[in-house]
Nanobody, 124 residues
Framework: VQLQASGGGLVQAGGSLRLSCAAS????????MGWFRQAPGKEREFVAA??????YYPDSAKGRFTISRDNAKNTLYLQMDSLKPEDTAVYYC????????????????????WGQGTLVTVSS
């Protein structure tokens, strides 16, 4: 599957952005989908995942980020609210063919496919 992330940009602290990830292929609904981010000089960090109707977030994203998907459009979304300067990073979408177990979701090597990333910059 090929993934194309979009929607990044410059936003002020406290603002919102919605990222999108368009996926190719006819079995999108069967994939576990996720978002990661990577700030300069830091490791890639898990942001959110969706498997079927279940959503998973690390503590840093709970309450501010919402992951969703539209299977009819083969598109994954990440709604980001109350953005902080520390949210500045390149955001990547990822896909796993099948149901990825929760404990493996934060591990980048667990995922099968990656998009190219979209830059989010939050100014203070």
């Amino acid at each position: 599957v090929q993934l194309q992330a979009s929607g990044g940009g410059l936003v002020q602290a406290g603002g919102s952005l919605r990222l999108s990830c368009a996926a190719s292929g006819r079995t999108f609904s069967s994939y576990t989908m996720g978002w990661f981010r990577q700030a300069p000089g830091k490791e890639r960090e898990f942001v959110a995942a969706i498997r079927g109707g279940s959503r998973y977030y690390p503590d840093s994203a709970k309450g501010r980020f919402t992951i969703s998907r539209d299977n009819a459009k083969n598109t994954l979304y990440l709604q980001m609210d109350s953005l902080k300067p520390e949210d500045t990073a390149v955001y990547y979408c990822a896909a796993y063919s099948g149901g990825l177990i929760r404990s493996s979701m934060p591990i980048p090597h667990s995922w099968h496919y990656w998009g190219q990333g979209t830059l989010v910059t939050v100014s203070s």
